[in-house]
């Protein structure tokens, strides 16, 4: 698990304690759901979380981690103040969604994926918000801004940079 | 009205069910007459929309505004404001309904809340500039059901989504909920009649298989073992449909029962929902309704005083597209990587930790308690000879009205996009319609007079799917409408086997070179070698049908790819690496508007003098060429 560079400090492992409480009478198949519960309370899931987890349910932590890189919801890395997810659905696709990914990459200078470097935004994809009738959609944290063009998108993020 | 889940009442039989039901309907029935007596001094309901489509356009605010003027005009206990479901017209939203006078309000604003208070609550007069006006006459139309897109519509699985208030238990009570469960119980000892009676309705699997419902049902019931399972697959992950998502956000208790009586059928004990994490709202008012129906004894031990018991659980989906396919579902469900696996064993023999288990998705299940209440026959008396009943659409991509429609089975495709839908946006020429999602394909315009069924759509070389429908126009690319499906395939591969993890990867490189303008001759050719190979070998339904989108615009669209192959020209102007914007000098005057429209500062020039683009920062937006459009200085080749 070398691979995965995550700031390093004191994390205050004690909150994992009332998930596995939770979880625990669900013993058969609640391995996702404790993931989901631990990311929702730390923001993304740090290598000791994972090594807990993998204590507490007497799972190998390759199994863990392989469940975890197979979901796309699991982050190993902390994200940015706001998170935007721009929407590639099929019904965003043919009204222009690329366009709003273009300049979302080229005004916040990241790719999918990726952090600002002031760790305001992390932007990323998703395959469908189910808001079709809105295309194209992007979500900004948890507001959807629907029948976005280009030049709408300075000012949604600069409404974000103030908040 | 919220309930508290301790005040609910446990029914303990189908006499306290129906008793129930004639308590709820006077507080309802200013809905359904507009003569009814007010209960309780409620003279009006306002029913709004807050499914997610609506709530994004600002639907929230919308009941935020009424619940506020209404107590600053000491209102609030003669009007009910309702939080509903989806109304399907998702293109009009924020929307809402006001009873007893059944006036239809579209595209609203805070600020008509005012409005809508003085003339429709006080004095019973629509207010104008809200309605709905119909395209063509230009007149205002009042009631919902005379809108164009609705009249063609036949919303027997709908009938509650937009109409009950998802949150309250009662509501779906009065308008007949849990009476197909009491109708069943007391059949309990007849299960193999119940299931005569799904088999005679016809239904089909909506989820893009089209399996037989009832045969599907027979074989998990006769499988051997005594722990049996059912799954909801509501794991709705093909990009562009969202008819899940609206059933489970505007009538949840409809799926619940569905999945009770099945299991009453199947003889399982539990049932899984698998719902996406990216459906927090379906999410949380399933959860709400799951707790209702416990506590009033429709799920639990001894249902309705019976010895039936019977318990479902919610298991939240962590993003991956090929958990749709029911044995990575069940892996998923179990906690593992959501990968297929072979089959045989089928689910019905070996399925969720290895007992018989049947798995149906919302739709399909969500159409059983109307069977047994109203029997096979009635839903087998829509529809076509062998696809029967209702199905679901979703209206997305350049059409006029987006939203959900319902409509049986046989209905042709020309009548969904234009009579229903409205036809294609900005007067723009149709050129296909888009069915199946990444495994469908796409009917062209000669081909969209046929009724669609299950067996029309895969003659014609696409697939129901799970129903969603992309209407593209003429500036849509069909090599990069291809593209964007294999870019979708590729990344949701889950990379088991070899045909599709390396296959979808090599035809999307081939496709990816053609929009660029580096295809080369013989790459149609190989698209199709690799595309028959990888339907004979994938592993699973997702890599099978991955060529899907390929083959489909091949056939239909197969000009557009020698444009770009061999002319390197992209004849919808779509492709972005052969396509320039410019500006013609002699005709910009130095206005500006272009300057100030570019995202990505990529246009230079001072005020009056005429402006340039920089094309090593030009995003080729068209943002520029929207801006200009008075003076026409701005070109795209």
Same mark, same amino acid.
């Given at each position: ?51 807990? @987890?993998? /204590? ?9 981690? =392989?469940?975890? #890189?197979?979901?796309? $919801? *699991?982050? &190993? ?22 366009? @709003?990914? /273009? ?9 999918? =994926?990726?952090? #600002?470097?002031?760790? $305001? *935004?992390? &932007? ?40 | ?637």
């Amino acid at each position: 698990m070398s691979s995965i560079s995550a700031p390093t400090g004191a994390l205050d492992l004690t909150k994992l304690e009332p998930i596995f409480e939770t979880y625990k009478k669900l013993a058969r198949g609640s391995l996702i759901p404790v993931l989901q519960a631990a990311q929702e309370e730390y923001g993304y899931l740090p290598t000791t979380v994972l090594e807990t @987890i993998a /204590e507490r349910t007497s799972a190998p932590i390759s199994q863990i981690y =392989g469940v975890v #890189t197979f979901y796309s $919801q *699991f982050r &190993l890395l902390p994200r940015g103040r706001h998170v935007i997810r721009a929407c590639q659905g099929t019904a965003c696709h043919v009204r222009s969604s690329s366009m @709003i990914l /273009e300049t979302l990459k080229s005004s916040l200078g990241v790719t999918p =994926g990726g952090t #600002t470097t002031d760790q $305001q *935004f992390t &932007l990323e994809t998703v395959a469908c918000l189910g808001a079709c009738s809105l295309a194209p959609v992007m979500m900004v944290d948890n507001e959807a801004h629907g029948r976005l063009r280009p030049d709408k998108i300075l000012e949604i993020l600069d409404k974000y940079r103030r908040k | 009205m919220n309930h508290n889940i301790e005040d609910l009442p446990r029914l303990a039989n189908a006499q306290e069910l129906e008793a129930l039901k004639n308590r709820v309907l006077p507080r309802l029935a200013i809905r359904k007459n507009p003569q009814a007596q007010p209960y309780n001094d409620i003279t009006h309901h306002i029913m709004i929309c807050c499914d997610t489509g609506c709530a994004s356009s600002g639907a929230k605010d919308i009941v935020e505004a009424f619940q506020k003027e209404l107590t600053s005009r000491n209102m609030e206990k003669s009007v009910e404001v309702v939080v509903i479901g989806c109304h399907g017209f998702c293109e009009m939203g924020p929307l809402l309904v006001v009873y007893p006078d059944d006036f239809y309000y579209i595209r609203l604003r805070p600020d008509d809340v005012s409005d809508i208070i003085d003339e429709t609550i006080i004095n019973h007069r629509p207010v104008p500039k809200l309605l709905y006006h119909d395209r063509e006459t230009l007149r205002p139309i009042v009631r919902y059901n005379e809108i164009g897109f609705y009249a063609k519509q036949n919303r027997i699985l709908l009938a509650n989504c937009g109409h009950i208030n998802p949150e309250d238990v009662f509501e779906y009570i009065a308008y007949d909920g849990y009476k197909a469960l009491a109708k069943a119980l007391s059949q309990k000892d007849d299960t193999a009649g119940l299931l005569e009676e799904v088999k005679k309705s016809g239904l089909r699997g909506r989820g893009g298989g089209g399996f037989p419902t009832g045969r599907k049902w027979e074989l998990c019931r006769q499988a051997p073992g005594d722990t049996k399972y059912i799954i909801c697959n509501a794991d709705e992950g093909d990009p562009g449909a969202f008819m899940d998502r609206s059933l489970m956000e505007g009538d949840p208790h409809r799926l619940l029962e569905g999945m009770i009586i099945g299991g009453l059928i199947i003889g399982a004990q539990e049932g899984y929902i698998y719902v996406r994490a990216e459906y927090p709202t379906a999410v949380k008012r399933l959860t709400n309704a799951l707790a209702q129906a416990e506590a009033m004894g429709f799920l639990g031990e001894n249902i309705l005083g019976t010895d039936f018991s019977f318990h479902i659980h919610i298991k939240e989906g962590a993003g991956a597209f090929v958990c749709g396919e029911e044995t990575a579902l069940m892996r998923s469900i179990e906690g593992q990587r959501g990968m297929p696996t072979a089959r045989p064993p089928f689910p019905a023999i070996s399925g969720l930790w290895g007992q018989p288990t049947n798995n149906n998705n919302v739709e399909t299940w969500a159409n059983v308690p109307g069977i047994i209440l109203r029997g096979g026959d009635w839903f087998a008396s829509f529809g076509t000879e062998k696809s029967k009943g209702t199905k679901v659409f979703a209206l997305t991509g350049k059409i006029r009205n987006t939203g959900l429609a319902e409509v049986s089975m046989g209905m042709t495709m020309r009548e969904i996009i234009y009579d229903i839908g409205g036809g294609v946006q900005n007067n723009k020429k149709f050129k296909a319609v888009q069915i199946g999602g990444p495994s469908g394909g796409c009917l062209p315009e000669s081909m969209i007079d046929r009724p669609v069924d299950y067996d029309s759509l895969i003659e014609a070389g696409a697939m129901m799917g799970s129903g969603g429908l992309v209407v593209v126009d003429e500036d849509t690319c069909m090599v990069a409408l291809a593209q964007f499906f294999l870019t979708f395939t590729r990344d949701e591969s889950c990379g088991k086997c070899t045909p599709c993890r390396e296959g979808t990867t090599r035809m999307l490189n081939i496709l990816t070179n053609i929009t660029k303008g580096k295809g080369k001759a013989g790459d149609i050719e190989l698209l199709e070698e690799l595309a028959r190979n990888i339907k004979l070998s994938a592993l699973c339904g997702l890599g099978q049908t991955s060529p899907n989108p390929i083959l489909s615009t091949l056939t239909h669209f197969r000009d557009e790819y020698k444009a770009h192959i061999y002319e390197k020209r992209c004849p919808a102007h779509h492709c972005v690496d052969l396509i320039a914007y410019w500006i013609d000098p002699d005709r910009c005057v130095g206005c500006g508007a272009c300057k100030k429209k570019c995202p990505v500062q990529a246009i230079d020039g001072s005020p009056k003098k005429p402006h340039a683009i920089d094309v090593s920062r030009c995003v080729k937006c068209g943002a520029c060429f929207g801006a200009c459009r008075k003076n026409q200085a701005i070109f795209k080749k």
